[in-house]
């Protein structure tokens, strides 16, 4: 079923943000996934994020996939660019539009399948480029499009609707990250979007690849007993570690942070993430210690929410390749071709 048009419907007065524009300025078409989908509640997630940080449509870049997920960003911000890639490729659109023009703000959205399985490669290596994107995963733990197969994200034993329990280890994206030396790690729930909205806005304000796994269960293929990507297993089991919240950067904020009260991290724009740590040693700067902390809680069968990891310092693929501050498209010709004389002295270094 193709995606319509949403109607809108006259309302009261709706409330505008910062540049005067309402939350429903910032929706897209009508979404075809099935009633009740994960997925629908992590693009309302996304629409109030843009929506109170007021991002004007046209800064923002979606890009996408194939598979259930990747139809997520027709339902959001009509007004942005977009491109859905082919399967797996999305990081590597990301990458070479975030290259041609650093000025957008972009956010992927993928599945599971797409970046776990066929796309595991160029996910790794977006996340070693620290390409400057919100990656959001939604993870269903299936192969929803293609009537339920389990993904790599499902858990040993987990059951499908149909078929034998799943033998085959699941890959972490949260452990990959780590693996990969990420600069941002989260985990939410689509769910619990009081959580998941604090989460994006962080991610968005973050200098580097904000990679976010969402537990998005689905209502049709995973939503069973026996599935752990379910909405009951998931609000049994899920472990809010950091409770997370964010500070818009405004003329002056004060802040006294006692010994076991909110931990600040300042953003590289200058905005802050509010941490309040359930155990009191936990440390999401720490590298190590946050891999240890998430195999013990999925040792106990349980699953952490929240920023996970978070490291402010290392370069983003801009940095590391002394990248213009202007996006190509608004580079001059002569810059952009500064003719054969230069690229004969440039060959030279090749010889």
């Known amino acids: 079923m193709p995606s319509i048009t949403k109607p809108r419907i006259p309302l009261a007065v709706q409330q505008v943000n910062e540049i005067g524009l309402t939350i429903h300025d910032y929706e897209g078409a009508m979404s075809t996934l099935c009633a009740g989908c994960g997925h629908d509640s992590i693009t309302a997630a996304i629409v109030h994020t843009f929506w109170e940080l007021s991002t004007p449509p046209h800064q923002i870049a979606k890009l996408s996939g194939i598979g259930c997920s990747s139809k997520t960003p027709t339902y959001f911000v009509r007004g942005a660019h977009g491109f859905n890639s082919a399967h797996g490729r999305m990081a590597t659109i990301a990458t070479g539009a975030n290259a041609a023009n650093r000025e957008l703000t972009y956010i992927g959205i993928s599945g599971d399948g797409d970046s776990l399985s066929i796309g595991l490669g160029h996910l790794a290596h977006a996340i070693r480029r620290n390409v400057n994107m919100v990656y959001l995963i939604e993870n269903n733990g299936v192969y929803g499009l293609t009537k339920g197969q389990v993904s790599p994200s499902a858990d ?62 689905c209502v049709t293929f995973n939503d069973h007993e026996g599935s752990t990507k379910s909405y009951r297993y998931i609000r049994e089991h899920e472990v809010k570690e950091i409770q997370t919240d964010y500070v818009p950067v405004r003329d002056e904020i004060k802040v006294s942070i006692g010994a076991s009260a909110s931990r600040e991290v300042v953003m590289h724009d200058g905005s802050v993430v509010r941490f309040r740590s359930v155990p009191k040693n936990y440390d999401p700067s720490d590298r190590g210690k946050v891999e240890e902390y998430i195999r013990d809680r999925q040792s106990r069968g349980e699953v952490a929410t929240g920023l996970l990891y978070m490291n402010e310092s290392p370069p983003d693929l801009h940095d590391l390749h002394h990248t213009p501050t202007l996006g190509l498209n608004k580079l001059p010709f002569s810059k952009l071709c500064p003719g054969s004389l230069e690229l004969d002295e440039l060959q030279k270094d090749f010889r």
Do not use: Y
Request: hydrophobic share 45%.
């Open 156 to 217: 040993i034993g987990t059951r499908p609707k149909r078929g034998e329990p799943n033998a085959v280890a699941p890959i972490d994206p949260m452990l990959l990250g780590l693996t990969m030396g990420a600069t941002f790690l989260a985990r939410g729930f689509s769910g619990d979007k009081e959580q998941l909205i604090p989460l994006l806005k962080a991610g968005v304000a973050h200098n580097g690849l904000a990679l976010i796994d969402v537990i998005s269960p």
